[in-house]
């Protein structure tokens, strides 16, 4: 079973320029989670989706992120225009329906914004 | 709002030594889950461990096994018989018993040296 994959690994753009992240969860997982770590700081959560729908966005830190699950698999986390503060690992996870607790995560999308 | 703390940044323990890592939580929870994250360089997060608050026996996973101490809100990681492919991040991560979602503390790198 193929696990959480995150495209690109890497990204290095300027400030004010846009980039789109993805994510595939494991096949049939209904959650959907994105999370970032800035460098040195802990891992905080962004939003979860159940399927297509949003179910918490709370910890989207501005409109400047964009987060869609359109059809309810793969998802794509948009931040534009990119600022410095943006920079770090953007992580994803999936989990299967009633199972919150047993995220499965990807391997990160390392974002530098210059 | 839930917090966790890493006081520990870096760590070091030679191979086949014993070595605990510290985790402090706050919340006012009287159910939650506790769970240990590595991260291995260049690799996705994978779960160690993970603990049930209403249970009082500690988990146990092979090498690995928590000192979980609740009144204290307190969840250490003892790795045993250190392997050098124990060389990772490891991120402490706190979810209410009906959450949705992590939190993460700060993460411990842990290097295991020949």
């Known amino acids: 079973e193929a696990g959480v994959t995150q495209f690109p690994s890497h990204s290095v753009i300027e400030k004010g320029q846009t980039v789109t992240l993805r994510c595939d969860p494991i096949?049939?997982?209904?959650?959907l989670y994105w999370y970032r770590r800035v460098m040195g700081k802990e891992i905080k959560f962004l939003l979860h989706?159940?399927?297509?729908?949003?179910?918490?966005e709370s910890g989207m830190p501005n409109n400047r992120f964009l987060a869609e699950r359109t059809g309810g698999t793969y998802s794509t986390l948009k931040v534009q225009p990119a600022e410095l503060e943006d920079s770090g690992v953007y992580f994803c996870?999936?989990?299967?329906?009633?199972?919150?607790?047993?995220?499965?995560f990807g391997p990160g999308t390392r974002l530098t914004v210059l | 709002a839930q917090t966790v703390t890493q006081s520990q940044p870096e760590m070091s323990v030679q191979e086949a030594e014993t070595v605990t890592l510290s985790c402090t939580y706050d919340t006012s929870e009287n159910n939650y889950y506790l769970f240990w994250y590595k991260q291995p360089p260049s690799r996705q997060m994978i779960l160690v461990i993970r603990?049930?608050?209403?249970?009082?026996q500690n988990a146990t996973e092979n090498r690995f096994s928590v000192n979980f101490q609740k009144a204290a809100k307190s969840f250490s990681l003892k790795i045993s018989d250190s392997q050098l492919g124990d060389t990772a991040m490891y991120f402490c991560a706190f979810m209410e018993a009906y959450g949705q979602n992590f939190v993460f503390g700060p993460g411990t790198r842990l290097s295991v040296l020949p």
């Open positions: 996870a999936s989990s299967q329906q009633g199972l919150v607790d047993t995220q499965y």
């Open positions: 603990q049930e608050a209403y249970k009082q």
């Open positions: 989706f159940v399927k297509e729908s949003k179910q918490d």
């Open positions: 096949s049939g997982h209904d959650n």
